[in-house]
């Protein structure tokens, strides 16, 4: 829940805690340094290092055949055009109610869906 709230700025901990026993951890030295929640929309993946992110979405991608980053991830868009992604130029928009949130675009390694960010 802490590299969650770190990376989307939210606490989003009610919505993430069904869909914890269907997830992917990377650890390093006993920390955690992404995840990988198949069953919440469309596969979020979330990570603070390049490693773990690269290795969650060598997972996901070895099955799926399409996926939505934010540009800011540089290397995850490296990732999906070195294995035969077609990257489209559509852009979407960030909605969000009160004020400005604090969060990490280029630690989104998969989105959770249009509908959840």
Same mark, same amino acid.
């Given at each position: 829940?802490?590299?969650?709230? #770190?990376?989307?700025? #939210?606490?989003?901990?009610?919505? =993430?805690?069904?869909?914890?026993?269907?997830? @992917?951890?990377? $650890?390093d030295n006993k920390e955690i340094k992404g995840f990988y929640l198949t069953t919440l929309g469309e596969g979020q993946i979330f990570a603070d290092s390049? !490693?773990?992110? $690269? !290795?969650?979405?060598? =997972?996901?991608?070895?099955? $799926?055949?399409s996926a939505v980053i934010p540009e800011q991830n540089q290397i995850g868009l490296a990732f999906l055009r070195n294995n035969g992604f077609g990257l489209s130029e559509t852009t979407?928009?960030?909605?969000? =109610?009160?004020?400005? $949130?604090?969060?990490?675009?280029?630690?989104? @390694?998969?989105?959770?869906?249009g509908d959840y960010g």
């Open positions: 829940m802490r590299l969650d709230k #770190e990376i989307s700025g #939210e606490d989003r901990e009610q919505l =993430l805690n069904e869909h914890l026993k269907n997830s @992917f951890v990377y $650890i390049t !490693e773990a992110g $690269i !290795e969650l979405m060598s =997972l996901k991608y070895a099955k $799926i055949d979407g928009k960030r909605m969000l =109610l009160g004020g400005k $949130i604090n969060w990490q675009p280029s630690k989104y @390694f998969s989105r959770i869906g």
